[in-house]
């Protein structure tokens, strides 16, 4: 359930008109429901409330702080990937205590960070990263808490490049190798193994792979007590999956239901880590229509956002309605929405029937909340869109357009080339 929808054939925002905040800051900008996040958000959370948990949120999904500001002072946690992340999270005022951190290849100055800030836990994705952190850890005098992050070989029956919990993989340790990581974990002095975690993938859309991976889990944290190990926190990682189109995920009680089943009287905190299932369906983008160019093969509706801006359908192939912002009650078409950029993959959608657009007309791209702005880039030097939140009948700009003089910020040309320019 979200809160875009149409009055009187007009998409509106809570009881903002989608066409009002258009008018106020251009297009294309990302539009975020205040209302939606929280109702999310809520609705995991309570999911669990019958267990110990931390709901950290995934930050990669959507990192604006006017975001993870809303989601802290709803209490959520953090789930960070990169020092970046971390430095997003503190900003916003997430306890660093509230923060766990996943990721392959997390660099020294990254670990120093974290230990410096006191995260919650380190979810450790190699051998080697542990020794790293050990040391990092030596240094400065503190004992790092971690996990690993075990690679229970499932698939999650989702798109490859979001499957991250198959052996094939770059993700994880493997089942057997994670057992020779805990025996590290406890041999080196300055870690302290305090949790177990995996994360199978993304846009997951039924429990059974959830539930195959926790059942891998639960035999690993019987042999790690069994070693010694203090082991208080499961971290099952995030993946639950959204609509899109046609999809029926299941919803966040039966998810809930499966895993608190499965750790049943364990007396193991339980750390989850969603994203798309709080943020996706509560944003959108918005675009103008900039031409439709009626081609012989085929009816392309030319977009002022493209692959730069939204990147999942050139990435994943993935899907997101395009919905008009107001309904002309016109007739139908079979169109490509593309995008300005100078490249055949950049598209919104393929071959969709959509209400045919006029010239200057607004659309929207539904389920963009999570993995959109932050998956943007200036390519083409574009500049990066504006971000919108709405609550209510208000809206605000939470993140402003970006100026030709962002695009040039902390370039330099070297002396040898400005000199050389100036004797022309
Ligand atoms: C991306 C990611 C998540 C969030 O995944 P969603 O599918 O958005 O819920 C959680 N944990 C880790 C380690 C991730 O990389």
Request: with cysteine; hydrophobic share 40%; net charge negative.
């Amino acid at each position: 359930m979200h809160h875009f929808h149409y009055r009187d054939n007009h998409l509106f925002c809570e009881d903002v008109p989608v066409s009002q905040i258009a008018e106020a800051v251009g297009t294309p900008f990302y539009l975020y429901s205040r209302a939606t996040l929280e109702r999310h958000f809520k609705a995991f959370e309570s999911a669990f409330s019958g267990a110990r948990r931390l709901i950290c949120f995934s930050a990669k999904a959507n990192s604006s702080l006017a975001v993870l500001t809303l989601l802290r002072n709803l209490g959520a946690g953090l789930d960070i990937v990169s020092g970046g992340e971390l430095y997003r999270g503190l900003c916003a005022g997430f306890p660093a205590d509230r923060i766990v951190y996943s990721g392959v290849g997390k660099r020294v100055d990254e670990i120093d960070e974290a230990l410096a800030a006191g995260i919650r836990m380190f979810n450790v994705e190699s051998l080697g990263e542990l020794r790293c952190i050990d040391q990092r850890a030596a240094a400065l005098g503190k004992t790092a808490p971690v996990a690993i992050r075990v690679n229970p070989d499932v698939d999650p029956g989702t798109h490859p490049y979001i499957s991250t919990g198959l052996k094939k993989n770059k993700f994880g340790i493997d089942m057997e190798t994670s057992l020779e990581a805990y025996a590290l974990a406890r041999d080196l002095p300055h870690v302290e193994a305090v949790g177990i975690d995996c994360h199978i993938g993304s846009q997951i859309t039924q429990v059974a792979p959830f539930r195959d991976a926790l059942a891998s889990l639960m035999t690993l944290v019987v042999r790690l007590r069994e070693m010694g190990l203090a082991i208080r926190y499961l971290d099952m990682g995030g993946g639950l999956g959204i609509t899109y189109g046609q999809e029926a995920p299941p919803h966040p009680d039966e998810y809930a239901r499966a895993i608190v089943a499965a750790t049943g009287d364990s007396d193991l905190e339980l750390i989850l880590e969603p994203g798309r299932v709080i943020a996706g369906n509560a944003g959108i983008l918005v675009s103008r229509v900039l031409y439709n160019k009626a081609g012989m093969a085929k009816h392309f509706v030319v977009a002022d956002a493209g692959m730069n801006d939204l990147l999942r359908p050139t990435l994943y192939q993935a899907y997101h309605a395009i919905s008009p912002v107001r309904y002309r009650g016109g007739k139908t078409i079979v169109a490509d929405v593309v995008g300005p950029i100078c490249e055949s993959g950049d598209f919104l959608a393929l071959d969709r029937t959509i209400e045919a657009p006029v010239e200057g007309d607004l659309l929207a791209v539904m389920s963009a909340g999570a993995y959109g702005f932050t998956m943007g880039s200036n390519y083409c030097s574009r500049l990066r869109v504006a971000e919108v939140m709405a609550d209510g009948g208000h809206f605000e700009v939470i993140r402003s357009r970006q100026t030709y003089g962002d695009l040039t910020a902390g370039e330099t040309v070297p002396s040898f080339l400005s000199a050389g320019a100036t004797k022309i």
